[in-house]
């Protein structure tokens, strides 16, 4: 077997899913990296080998003779970067949030289908052990038809995660309802089966605006300044020159199919992780932790109060990145550039997510007003729907 040659945009810190690629005579290898950071290209050989290609400006690898390409820079650039390498016919691996407005996912979807370039996005959650714990149960019925669907993420590192370099600027991410939690709203979606229609939100920036310090650490990256120590949040300095983003949304969503959701974000607990409830005809369910360790427990029967769990399933977390969710994804799609098919993500299903996020996003700083969130052309949802074929 040929290995698939694929290119990588970005060199940053998501760049360990190039390292995932690259496997030389074992199927895929990365043949070409491009990054503004000379720094970072120069070091392009020691990671994938003196072979690969390497470029400042992504527009000179269009033509490269490329099989695939992982785009995994900033969010404000993945829709420019995404349309060339779709226009060129090469296959994109789309890291999320596919794009920072609903427009920009539109337009990415409209060439992939006018181009007929495979498309992939980036949205590995769905292959987190605890979420597909969770779906299993769902599909098996374990709580009958779900009806509501409650999400708190816990982002106990935001400080020094979003507020520190281009994510708290939010003409780069739209704001960090939508740039994090794209993840969360396209599991209420999946383990819902239905999309967003109609949103209100509120939130603010309530802490990390009341910080003086700032500084540009531009050529820095968030490994060198990633601290535990730094706590508690008021005490965080060097924040990036411009914040403007909120550290706290709560959102309400009501889906298509009648479901009700609502999403809770916050940038400054001690704690980081994510809590979902789900609540149907015939039970509830609830994730305790998200990584190694984490249990889903499951009620059927009433009770007075606070009662053990009828079922609890205990969640391995292989090996692997994002609670072992990268390998498969990297695997998932190169199987998607190889030969084609159905995956489990979806680029309809990654646009959902951030048209309700951008919605939500617009009603926060709009006074919490509701916003009709628009689905996709139904022709563009139908391509996709048969895995692009």
Not at 288 to 302: K, M, P
Request: aromatic share 6%.
């Amino acid at each position: 077997m040929d290995d698939i040659r694929l290119g990588v945009i970005g060199l940053g810190n998501r760049s360990d899913l190039a390292d995932l690629a690259h496997r030389p005579g074992s199927g895929s290898l990365v043949a070409a990296a491009c990054d503004r950071d000379r720094q970072l290209l120069t070091r392009a050989e020691q990671r994938f080998g003196t072979q690969v290609r390497t470029a400042a400006d992504h527009h000179e690898l269009l033509d490269a003779g490329l099989d695939g390409v992982l785009v995994l820079t900033p969010d404000h650039t993945h829709e420019g970067i995404g349309l060339d390498f779709l226009q060129a016919g090469v296959p994109v691996f789309l890291d999320k949030p596919m794009a920072i407005t609903t427009e920009g996912c539109d337009r990415l979807l409209a060439a992939a289908h006018r181009h007929r370039t495979p498309l992939y996005v980036g949205h590995n959650m769905r292959h987190m052990p605890v979420v597909v714990a969770m779906r299993e149960l769902i599909v098996k019925g374990a709580i009958g038809e779900v009806k509501a669907i409650w999400c708190r993420h816990f982002v106990g590192h935001g400080g020094d995660f979003y507020f520190k370099d281009w994510h708290a600027d939010r003409r780069l991410t739209t704001g960090l309802l939508l740039q994090k939690g794209a993840h969360d709203i396209d599991v209420i979606h999946w383990l819902a089966g239905g999309y967003t229609r109609r949103v209100n939100a509120m939130g603010g920036l309530t802490v990390y605006g009341d910080i003086d310090s700032h500084r540009d650490r531009s050529g820095e990256r968030m490994t060198e300044w990633l601290s535990t120590e730094n706590w508690p949040p008021l005490s965080q300095t060097g924040l990036h020159p411009v914040v403007d983003v909120e550290d706290l949304s709560m959102m309400q969503m009501q889906l298509d199919n009648g479901v009700l959701a609502s999403y809770q974000q916050c940038h400054y607990t001690p704690d980081y992780w994510r809590n979902y409830t789900v609540i149907g005809t015939e039970g509830r369910l609830e994730n305790f932790g998200d990584s190694e360790g984490a249990e889903v427990h499951v009620w059927n029967r009433r009770s007075d109060g606070r009662a053990e769990a009828d079922l609890v399933v205990p969640v391995h977390t292989p090996a692997g990145t994002h609670g072992g969710a990268d390998p498969v994804l990297m695997a998932e799609f190169l199987r998607f550039v190889r030969d084609g098919g159905a995956t489990v993500t979806s680029p309809v299903a990654a646009r959902e997510a951030v048209a309700a996020g951008h919605a939500a996003t617009m009603s926060l700083r709009e006074g919490g007003r509701a916003v009709e969130v628009a689905a996709p052309d139904r022709d563009l949802a139908a391509y996709f729907g048969h895995g692009q074929s």
